[in-house]
């Protein structure tokens, strides 16, 4: 599978500090320093500029989509402000650090909860993971919808601030059955290797892999895949693994030796705080605003949009409801964020003309996770590095195709447990639908809609146990189960690219309206995605910036009322997830 462990030496192991990105860093730093919430050209003086009330270009959201389009616009001379619902991560905790360990995790961890949420809540049929804590704008939330919830990055960053780094590139060919519409030839030879430069992918020294006690646990799952007869590849990530090796060594502050992911890594980590957003930052032209969520977006009589944006304090207390107009609206609050602004502004009138697939054509990339208890000689290190590098690739199984990130799970002692978060090819898409009792989107997902995942990665992991004498733990995931299918990382789907938008991400109905994000892609990659979306917001920005409208310059005086719409966005409801 040469797309998925695809070397990343060509593209630079991290992005050009050009003189604009290092501004743009320091931006981000004087900003985190003085506790700004408004972050721009002016933040690296201690000045903080008054919140906008008309851009030529708004961005909403800041993880990968939104942070490629923000740096594109910024670089083609457009004034824009990013509007993030989460806070700046930059500054250190009581403990010195800025996010905590995940073995530790405190207020910083979660999105306003009384209680962590993590994925792997028991071990002996303990809860030794999740802690009670006091709410907080947290860097980790966990949207529950029933039978299916979905993990979320809430920060400047996005979902790049809480993710294991995996940057594999979805194998060719399925990359084109997904999004046909989509030239492969110009994704494989320009897109994906300019985001892959950007984001500083790099690959894991496979001398030092092969020696260290912090990969054992890979090993380990390697030399039972194997036995198997299945296949192992090394999978690229943004984590630097120069970085790693140093703290093995000893001579650099650890992160991914100290167990730290979920909820942020310290160190070593190529979040695109780090690189899209500091060199859009860096261009003079993009604001990041900090905590601000938006809750409506209607057309302006005068052309544009005008949204309505909610601030929010760290205590979650909102503190100020405005109005911001902009010219053009690019939408990357991810796949549950963005398709909810649209659904409410479809279901509620005030953008009537969206077509009906928005809300359609999502899915949980076909996540299960799983873990099996190896024989006693079979260890797997009480030392393991959080960022996953080796995955098993049974893809090419045309009745159950897996591919299968081999997971750690860093306890501190020994404890032979072999873990794994399955990437299956599930069919089944779940939708979504606003609920005017809560003025929110409502996921339709059900259970049974999940039995392809679970049945294909039972498939590969009882073909494991077989051959290796093996078992499953039933202890790790609540309920006395050893397949969790009921939650992902990976949310795909929902504004799908060609069906409620045009083949660049343009929405449907509507000019100057733009889809940059994970909702943009229906439902399966086969891989992490983080990568996908990042190339597609390249390619989908590259056309915009070269055919669209120029922006034109901000109309005089207020932003004009609504006219012509079923009804007006209601007032702001209380902090939740969304």
Known sequence: ?????????????????????????????AAAALGLTRIGPAAAAGAEPPPARYAPAIVVGSGYGSAVAALRLGQAGVRT?????????????????????????????MWFRTRTEAPLAQFLWLDVVNRDISPYPGVLDRVNYGDMSVYVGRGVGGGSLVNGGMAPTPRRSYFSEVLPQVDADEM????????????????????WFE???????????????????????????????????????????RSA???????????????????????????????????????????????????TVRTSDLSGRVTQVRELGCRQLFLGAGSLGTTEILLRARETGTLPALNDQVGLGWGPNG?????????????????????????????????????AEIAPLPMGFEHWISMYLAITKNPERGHFTYDAA????????????????????????????????????????????????DFTYHPLGGCVLGRATDTYGRAKGYQGLYVVDGSLVPGSLGVNPFVTITALAERNMARILTEDPRWAAAPSGPVRPGTGSRSRPRSPSPPRSA
């Open 438 to 485: 809560t003025d929110s989107a409502r996921l339709q997902w059900r259970r049974e809609q999940g039995d392809p995942s679970l049945n294909a990665a039972k498939n590969l992991f009882d073909r494991i146990n077989r051959r290796n004498l093996t078992v499953y733990r039933h202890d790790l995931f609540g309920g006395n189960r050893a397949f969790a299918g």
């Open 257 to 307: 030796l100290a167990g730290e992911v979920i909820y942020g890594n310290n160190h070593g980590k190529k979040s695109v705080d780090k690189t899209y957003l500091a060199a859009a930052l860096g261009t003079g032209n993009v604001t990041i605003e900090t905590m601000q969520r938006v809750v409506g977006v209607r057309t302006d009589p005068a052309g544009g949009y005008v949204l």
């Open 81 to 109: 402000v990013v509007l993030e619902m989460g806070r700046l991560w930059d500054t250190p905790g009581p403990d010195g650090k800025v996010f905590p360990a995940t073995s530790t995790p405190d207020h910083r961890s």
């Open 188 to 207: 494989y030879g320009t897109y994906y290797p300019r985001a892959r430069a950007m984001l500083g992918v790099n690959d894991i020294d496979p001398a």
């Open 1 to 29: 599978m040469a797309g998925w462990a695809e070397s990343a030496h060509d593209a630079a192991m991290t992005p050009n500090l050009t003189r604009r990105h290092v501004l743009g860093l320091g931006a981000l730093q």
């Open 211 to 253: 020696s260290t006690e912090w990969y054992r646990f890979a090993r380990t799952s390697r030399k039972h895949a194997h036995n198997t007869g299945l296949k192992t590849v090394f999978v690229p990530n943004v984590y630097d693994f120069d970085h790693m090796k140093r703290e093995a060594a000893g001579t650099a502050p």
């Open 367 to 403: 996540n299960v996770m799983t873990a099996r208890a190896n024989h006693i000689w079979d260890t797997v290190g009480a030392n393991q590095a959080t960022m996953p590098a080796l995955g098993i690739d049974d893809w090419d199984n045309a009745a159950n195709p897996v591919f």
